[in-house]
């Protein structure tokens, strides 16, 4: 039931405010796990996402330094 709510959300936000891509995953009630599924839907994001010739220019902070960890080597561009 948790991710057909998140499945509606994103089908609202997307709708209403014009936007192309949305990822909401169900929430945690502790801030670490939320940071974990926050940094694990970003990195399955950009991996689906980024192409070999592209740069990416990030901020850097505790979800990032996740998300870094969640990437899959196995789909690691140069």
Do not use: H, M
């Not at 709708?15 to 909401?24: F, G, H, N, Q, Y």
């Not at 220019?57 to 969640?70: E, P, S, V």
């Amino acid at each position: 039931e948790a991710y057909s709510e998140c499945l509606i959300l994103e089908d609202f936000l997307r709708s209403t405010l014009d936007i192309r891509d949305v990822i909401v995953c169900p929430a945690r009630s502790d801030t670490e796990n939320i940071k974990k599924d926050v940094a694990l839907e970003g990195a399955r994001y950009l991996q689906r996402l980024i192409t070999e010739n592209d740069t990416l220019g990030i901020a850097w902070g505790r979800t990032i330094r996740l998300l870094i960890n969640y990437l899959n080597p196995c789909l690691k561009k140069n």
